[in-house]
């Protein structure tokens, strides 16, 4: 299946459509009672994650189809959790895991990489060959997945100051290593394993103090997929070291 700018544009509008949703929804749905007033932040950052796959897929970035299909299994995800507690085909939620999916499968593939990943001007400017290039396409797509997560879990109210400065802590780290990883510095690695061990933290002080596994499903979730992220380099990195 090749027709790759046709791919491209209707994966675009997948995104996009998102972005509006959040940010609409954090804009008025206080106002309409349809979310509470501090959710507003969660969801404005929410629209940001998808504002970004969108305008990095039209842009061009080499790290853009990585990320968006990050963020399309992200939305599979809550698609499928929700499912399960529903126990019901809910008519939305299949309209979320099937507008993500099909994002996914858009995305997919060699003709699509080589407009972005496929590029061998970045590859030439970071000296990179095909097995680094391979470790930092998993560690994005792992990176996408996990910052939704992270985003929703530090931006959320909580009850406990310990998880909000552990939590935000995570989300700072996770979001500077990310930029730092996708320009090879090793120090992101580092930052988003550290985020992603203050996140399984946050977890363990959520099921304690809560004893309800729901409430640490996103920072276990996703401090588990920022710590697959830096999966990829840990061996590079200890050989460094060594």
């Known amino acids: 299946m090749k027709l790759v700018g046709e791919r491209r544009a209707i994966a675009a509008v997948c995104f996009v459509i998102y972005f509006f949703l959040y940010f609409f929804m954090a804009l008025v749905g206080p106002m309409l009672g349809i979310v509470e007033d501090a ?3 969660a969801l404005y950052a929410l629209a940001g994650v998808y504002g970004l796959a969108f305008f990095s897929l039209v842009a061009g970035y080499f790290w853009a189809r990585w990320y968006s299909v990050g963020v ?6 809550v698609a499928l959790v929700g499912f399960w507690q529903l126990k019901t085909l809910e008519p ?3 309209f979320i895991g099937g507008t993500h999916l099909l994002a996914v499968l858009l995305l997919w593939g060699n003709a699509m990489s080589a407009g972005y990943d496929g590029q061998t001007a970045w590859r030439e400017k970071l000296h990179m060959d095909e097995n680094a290039v391979q470790r930092l396409g998993r560690s994005v797509i792992r990176a996408g997945v996990s910052l939704p997560m992270v ?5 959320a109210p909580k009850p406990g100051s310990a998880e909000v400065v552990l939590s935000l802590a995570a989300l700072a780290l996770a979001g500077f290593g990310f930029r730092a990883m996708v320009k090879l510095r090793t120090w992101g690695v580092v ?17 304690f103090q809560r004893a309800n596994d729901f409430y640490m499903f996103k920072p276990a979730l996703g401090g588990s997929l920022l710590l697959l992220a830096t999966a990829p380099w840990t061996g ?5 070291v060594r």
């Open 151 to 155: 985003l929703l879990y530090a931006l």
């Open 236 to 240: 590079s990195i200890l050989r460094y």
């Open 72 to 77: 399309g299994l992200y939305g599979l995800i």
């Open 92 to 94: 939305v939620l299949v």
């Open 191 to 207: 930052a988003m394993g550290v985020a992603g061990g203050l996140l399984l933290t946050c977890a363990g002080l959520e099921y």
């Open 39 to 41: 959710m507003a932040p």
